[in-house]
């Protein structure tokens, strides 16, 4: 089945280290984007990539780092920067990199201080 | 003003009635609108999307837009209790390759 898959789907961060979530999609997509919601909020952009080895800041980039070498993954790294990590973060593809193309989800991950 | 703006309710309303989320947007050169649903707890999952002025149907959901007066409106006929959920409305705005979200509507329906 064609999707968005991203791992794990809880993470526990401890002060002063660097966590990395995984999005792997087979939809053969063109962009992917990350995007972090707080309770009760709605979605914010954290970073998005419109094309293998290219990527650009979103609104709330500070504390976070992207990497996209392949097509079909697109890592997000929280930094020991980021010091409000917990949220929900969500990962989503488009087939195209225009904002005319609908964006499908992944299932998401929840990310917590301990 | 926020660029996408939602009420956040809850609205509620009774299982079979019509259920009518808005949504206004504050970049006039906005070309293209979602709306998401949003599951307590779980991922956003797409519903609909409307380009072009004037309605689009898609069995009990009908998407609504009115670019002149900068909203975009998601009806729900015969609401069911599973239709209980958070309503994102999501806008494309000009010479940015991601959407922008609304914060959402929580829609109740009570049985």
């Known amino acids: 089945d064609g999707g968005i898959t991203q791992s794990p789907k809880y993470l526990f961060r401890k002060e002063g280290q660097n966590v990395t979530l995984s999005c792997e999609q087979n939809?053969?997509?063109?962009?992917m984007y990350w995007y972090r919601q707080d309770p009760g909020q709605g979605l914010r952009l954290i970073y998005y990539?419109?094309?293998?080895?290219?990527?650009q800041k979103g609104d709330i980039a500070e504390g976070y780092s992207v990497s996209r070498e392949k097509k079909e993954s697109f890592p997000l790294t929280v930094t020991s920067a980021q010091k409000n990590p917990t949220a929900f973060y969500l990962c989503?593809?488009?087939?195209?990199?225009?904002?005319?193309?609908?964006?499908?989800f992944g299932d998401g991950t929840r990310l917590s201080i301990l | 003003q926020k660029e996408v703006e939602q009420n956040s309710g809850p609205l509620s309303v009774p299982e079979g009635a019509i259920a009518s989320l808005n949504c206004t947007y504050s970049?006039?050169?906005?070309?293209?609108f979602f709306w998401y649903r949003q599951y307590s707890g779980k991922s956003p999952e797409l519903i609909m999307f409307?380009?072009?002025?004037g309605d689009k149907e898609d069995g009990r959901f009908t998407a609504q837009l009115n670019k002149a007066s900068q909203y975009v409106s998601l009806l729900i006929r015969d609401s069911q209790p599973s239709d209980s959920a958070t309503y994102l409305c999501?806008?494309?705005?000009?010479?940015?390759?991601?959407?922008?979200f609304g914060s959402g509507t929580r829609l109740q329906v009570q049985p």
């Open positions: 409307i380009y072009s002025n």
């Open positions: 939809l053969n997509h063109d962009a």
């Open positions: 989503a593809s488009s087939m195209y990199s225009n904002s005319n193309q609908p964006q499908h």
């Open positions: 999501a806008v494309s705005r000009t010479g940015r390759r991601a959407l922008t």
């Open positions: 990539s419109q094309i293998v080895n290219d990527f």
């Open positions: 970049d006039r050169g906005s070309q293209s």
